[in-house]
């Protein structure tokens, strides 16, 4: 189930940060004074602390924005079915963006998944390059293309294929008003083998998300719309997604999320936790 999501895809902070600057996964800024170390009373302030973060969790719809050149951010995930399979799951990953602002290199996992028949096991593992084409200043939305391949690092009996997958996914995102209300659209063609029978199937993901902050600068509200093409042994499913992002601080956002299923033959309900940070920098 993860492996269209990872496709489409919590660190304690310092005491006395300043927490309105926050980027949430959507690429935009809620506070830009503060973005630039300006106080409220107008004056001019250091700012050392880390950037914003760009959070790919928990939503499927993901944004063209990158995050920022050469620092490692991370999204943990973790995810519960309420009804059918009864799965939990961490799913996980790893950007980091080039020095040129152009390029992302980006490594996920399905991480630790436990079925609702007890079986466990670690799921399997994704590496994907997404390019910037174009920012918003210069065609009106952050425009992005990504290629994904899966590692068949999981097992049959946790859904994984022990072949590999390949998939591209074109994003477009865009901050639509001065106050920030965005937009995060997604096309994606995944090519995924099927388990233990040959053959391929081709699946479309048609995805789209909004944000709009809460007053305040530290919350956000997040919904979303989503449709998967049937393959062999699946139904189409179409998902919603609505949920609330609070910024501990700029680089420190946390997220929860509830998913249902429209149509479809997978669980029905979904809860999603997520966090995302910066555990170090590169460069």
């Known amino acids: 189930m993860w492996v269209v999501v990872l496709l489409g895809g919590m660190i304690a902070g310092r005491a006395g940060a300043k927490p309105a600057d926050v980027k949430q996964g959507d690429g935009k800024t809620t506070d830009p004074k503060q973005a630039d170390g300006?106080?409220?009373?107008?004056?001019?302030?250091?700012?050392?602390?880390?950037?914003?973060?760009?959070?790919?969790a928990p939503s499927i719809t993901d944004t063209a924005t990158l995050s920022a050149p050469g620092w490692i951010e991370a999204d943990i995930t973790g995810f519960k079915n309420l009804n059918r399979d009864r799965s939990f799951g961490t799913?996980?990953?790893?950007k980091l963006t080039a020095g040129n602002r152009r390029l992302q290199y980006r490594l996920a996992t399905d991480g630790y998944i436990r079925q609702g028949d007890h079986t466990d096991g670690v799921g399997d593992t994704y590496f994907a390059l997404q390019?910037?084409?174009?920012?918003?200043?210069?065609?009106?939305?952050?425009?992005a293309g990504r290629i994904n391949t899966k590692i068949p690092t999981g097992r049959r009996e946790l859904g994984g294929t022990q072949k590999f997958d390949v998939g591209a996914l074109l994003l477009a995102s865009r901050d639509f008003t001065k106050w920030q209300f965005h937009g995060d659209f997604n096309i994606g063609l995944s090519s995924l083998t099927r388990s233990g029978v040959p053959g391929v199937d081709y699946q479309v993901l048609l995805a789209a998300s909004t944000t709009t902050p809460i007053r305040g600068g530290r919350w956000q509200y997040s919904n979303e719309l989503v449709y998967f093409a049937p393959i062999q042994g699946q139904q189409y499913r179409v998902t919603t997604m609505h949920g609330f992002a609070f910024a501990q601080h700029r680089y420190e956002v946390y997220s929860a999320a509830v998913q249902w299923q429209l149509h479809?033959?997978?669980?029905?309900?979904?809860?999603?936790?997520?966090?995302?940070?910066?555990?170090?920098k590169l460069f």
């Open 131 to 143: 390019y910037l084409y174009k920012p918003q200043e210069k065609a009106g939305f952050d425009i």
């Open 264 to 280: 479809g033959d997978a669980a029905t309900v979904q809860v999603l936790l997520s966090g995302s940070f910066f555990p170090g």
């Open 91 to 94: 799913p996980s990953l790893l």
């Open 38 to 56: 300006k106080a409220g009373d107008g004056k001019q302030e250091p700012d050392n602390h880390p950037p914003s973060v760009t959070p790919s």
